[in-house]
Structures are given as structure tokens and as C-alpha cells.
């Protein structure tokens, strides 16, 4: 590799095989050394100095450079500088080259699609920190923006030359080829808002919402259009009462310098009642599928809805990778007054006036549960707890605001005569608890989950 500095002589001899020449020829050779240039070896386990890489799109940061990598330096104790170069980035700025110089005098600096090692270092760290450079594509990175493009599919070419401050090494390459992988859809369900779920609220009796934002966004980068969408209610608490549907969208568009058109999108769509799943399909770009998602419509025609947040499982799917994203319904409950169940009044008990009887014609507070004397189609609303007596014209009710079931508690020694009340008791009525709310008067309560009492019957 490196023969030492030095003259030769060398001796010719002719002879006709009898007589030698009567004189000898003589010359000089000098040997004079050439600085040969660094040689680097990208990964010394193939037969030539190249390396082969296979970039996974949205991998990140990947070290191209195989860790059986070489570098030798013969006429100088130290290296100046290496250059790493992507001969061709066709996803310009995007395409990224970056190295580890921890613990070297080693600078890094990357500027246009060269990556510029800066030394002086000794080839030792120079091999190390060139162990260490890694590529990214950032394309291939999806960070869920609406920008997010595909990375090209074109073969990368890497070129690395070390400088030993005289000569620069024979380029080595890394061939860096791309693996496109597909992308699930993304969907953003609140548009521009915070986060990708979206909220709205449904007013009892006030007609059908929309469930998502006008401007809700939902892209493929990797297909044209989509498989379907689906919007499932998981907690459809109302069964088939409860329903979903999108509505067709038109839009203009520009016929000639003069003249604007319009086309309709129509989706091809289907609810199941029994699953409470809208089925969304037939359309043909994934824009389309936008659009339309952005019409989602909620009703509920129960005459009281369930009062419980309903929550929406919306899927976009390109037939392989789906997405998933979650939408929430809050549920605005009118609250309905109470009422007499009529037909338990028809089933109690007659007592004729001036009769002895010890039959009980109040209402004790089991009867008033075993019964449902009282109805309130608000299944959510507590109701206050009626306890019958008599006057001579009316019955007279109290009620407590917050009845836990106590049983054995009713009216004893009940006698009419000539219309009068006489004689009437409450057994047991250190039964209610103490904190219990007693309200008299000829109405009955519905005690909301608020302390307004607000409705009466």
C-alpha cells in the first residue's frame, strides 16, 4: 500500500550464452510516494464500499450507514471534513440528514441537502460520528394535518466523501429505497376547534341537530375515495326511537367564463334500528365523503328521551385501515308535571259515609310505590311522595322532597262521618328521616334534580 522513498540501481547484463558483454548498463529507478485519498467502506460486510437501505414511510429518523463500517486514512494523522449529499431530494426540504457527534471536536451542520461534518478530527471519530448519520423524509411523519402529503416513491442516492485535507475518498453510496405504507384516513369531527371529537346537544321536542362541525374534516392521502363511513349510537338508550341520516349536498361549479353549474353529491345510505349504525357509501372521492359527513343529523321522537349523554362511534374506512372517532350528544330533557295514574284510583277500596270500617281509604307510601299512583315521564326527575288524608271537602296531601322507601307507614283509625275527617293518625312517623322537606297544600310536586320546584299538577 505504501512503499518507502528510495533510489534503485539497476544492473543489465546481455550475454550470447558464451560471452558476456565486456561491460555492464546501468540505470536508476527512483520510487517516489503518492498521497493516496481516504478510503471509506459504507459496509465492509458486502464486496464493494456501497450500502443498501429500504426507508418504511413514517418510519422517522433511520442510520443508513451499516455499523461494520471502515475508514482509512494513510498520509495524514487526521481528517478535515466528510460531506454527506442526497444527490437528488424530490421531497425537497422535507428530506432530512443529521448525525451524532457527541464526544468528538466534530461540528454537524446540514444546509440545502448536504449534511457537512467539520473537523479536525482523527479518522477513529470521524468513522463513529459517520456510523451515526440518519435520513428522514418528514412527509412520511403524519402529524394528523390536513397538509400531510405522500413521500415520493424515487430511489435515493446518498453520496459520503472524506477529506484528509489533500485528497477526498472515492464516493461511497448509500441506495436508499422507499417503502410507501398506507395511511389510515384522518377525521376531525370538530374542524378548526380544539381536539378531534365533537359535542352538541339535543333539546327535547325542538326537532333534529347536527351532530358534527360545518366544518369537519375528514382526507386519505393515500386513496381516492373511501370504502364508507359509519355512525353507530352506542348507548342508544331510546331503541328505535333514535335515528341518524345525511343529507345530499350541491354545490356550484364554474361550466365556462359565463355560465356556473351545479352538481348534487347522493350518498347511498342505510340505518339499522336494530343496531342504531348508519351505513354511508357510493361516493366518489374522499371530498365527497367530507361533505356529506358534514350533514350528520341526530333525532330522537321518544315522548321523554332517556336522559343520558348519547355518545356516536363515527368510522371512515379505505377498506384496509379505518379510523376511528368518537362524537357526544347531550341530551336537553323537558321536564313534564307529574300525574294521577287514574286507573290505580279506579281499584281502591269504596267506604260508605257514616259505615265503621278499618279499611285504610288513604294512600300509604308502599301503596303509593306498589301501585304508581304517581307518574312522571321524566324516569330521571325524583318525585315527591304523596300521603293521603281527608277534610270535609277534599283530600289534603304532604309529601317529602327526598322519600327513601320506608315501609309500614300508613293512615290507621280512618272513620267518616257526616263528611268529617275524625279521628285521623300517622303511625310510625318518626320513620321519615329527620331531614326530610314536609310540604302541605291540595297540589302535588315533581322535584327536578335542581331545587326549583317548577312543576306542579
Known amino acids: 500500500k505504501k512503499p518507502s522513498t528510495i533510489t534503485l540501481v539497476i544492473t543489465f547484463l546481455v550475454s550470447d550464452g558464451f560471452f558476456p558483454s565486456p561491460s555492464l548498463a546501468t540505470t536508476m529507478v527512483t520510487v517516489v510516494q503518492v498521497d493516496d485519498p481516504p478510503e471509506l467502506d459504507l459496509n465492509a460486510s458486502m464486496p464493494d464500499i456501497y450500502n443498501v437501505y429500504y426507508y418504511r ?266 379510523t376511528t372517532v368518537n362524537a357526544s350528544i347531550v341530551m336537553v330533557i323537558l321536564n313534564d308535571a307529574p300525574y294521577f295514574n287514574t286507573s290505580a284510583i279506579l281499584y281502591r277500596p269504596v267506604v260508605a259515609e257514616n259505615t265503621p270500617t278499618t279499611i285504610n281509604v288513604g294512600w300509604s307510601i308502599e301503596d303509593l310505590t306498589s301501585w304508581y299512583l304517581l307518574l312522571d315521564d321524566n324516569v330521571d326527575n325524583s318525585l315527591g311522595i304523596g300521603i293521603v288524608g281527608l277534610d270535609t271537602r277534599h283530600g289534603q296531601w304532604e309529601y317529602t322532597t327526598d322519600f327513601t322507601f320506608i315501609t309500614n307507614i300508613t293512615f290507621t283509625n280512618t272513620t267518616l262521618t257526616n263528611t268529617t275527617s275524625t279521628n285521623t293518625t300517622l303511625t310510625n312517623t318518626t320513620a321519615i328521616d329527620n331531614n326530610d322537606t314536609l310540604w302541605s297544600g291540595s297540589g302535588m310536586y315533581d322535584v327536578p334534580t335542581s331545587p326549583t320546584l317548577n312543576d306542579t299538577t
Open 57 to 322: 414511510e413514517g418510519q422517522g429518523p433511520a442510520h443508513i450507514v451499516d455499523p461494520s463500517v471502515t475508514l482509512v486514512v494513510y498520509n495524514a494523522p487526521l481528517v478535515v471534513n466528510t460531506t454527506v449529499t442526497i444527490l437528488y431530494a424530490p421531497d425537497g426540504d422535507k428530506e432530512v440528514l443529521a448525525a451524532n457527534t457527541t464526544s468528538t471536536n466534530i461540528t454537524a451542520t446540514y444546509v440545502g441537502s448536504t449534511l457537512f461534518l467539520r473537523g479536525p478530527a482523527t479518522p477513529s471519530d470521524f468513522r463513529k460520528v459517520i456510523a451515526t448519520v440518519t435520513y428522514t423524509d418528514l412527509c412520511c411523519t403524519n402529524d394528523n394535518t390536513h397538509s400531510y402529503t405522500p413521500p415520493s416513491p424515487l430511489t435515493r442516492t446518498i453520496e459520503f466523501v472524506v477529506n484528509d485535507g489533500i485528497n477526498s475518498s472515492v464516493p461511497a453510496n448509500v441506495y436508499l429505497y422507499l417503502n410507501p405504507v398506507d395511511v389510515p384516513p384522518f377525521l376531525d369531527l370538530s374542524g378548526n376547534t380544539t381536539g378531534v371529537s365533537s359535542m352538541a346537544i339535543f333539546y327535547d321536542q325542538l326537532g333534529p341537530i347536527s351532530v358534527v362541525a360545518r366544518d369537519a374534516i375528514l382526507y386519505d392521502v393515500d386513496n381516492v375515495t373511501l370504502a364508507y363511513v359509519e355512525v353507530t349510537i352506542l348507548n342508544p338508550l331510546d331503541g328505535p326511537l333514535e335515528s341518524l341520516w345525511v343529507e345530499p349536498v350541491s354545490m356550484p361549479y364554474q361550466v365556462s367564463r359565463s355560465v356556473m353549474g351545479v352538481v348534487t353529491y347522493t350518498p347511498t345510505q342505510s340505518y339499522n334500528s336494530t343496531t342504531s349504525s348508519l351505513l354511508i357509501t357510493g361516493l366518489d372521492t374522499v371530498p365527497q365523503y367530507e361533505l356529506i359527513l358534514r350533514t350528520l343529523r341526530y333525532n330522537n321522537l321518544a315522548p321523554i328521551p332517556r336522559n343520558a349523554t348519547r355518545v356516536l362511534s363515527v368510522v371512515a374506512s379505505d377498506g384496509l385501515l379505518e
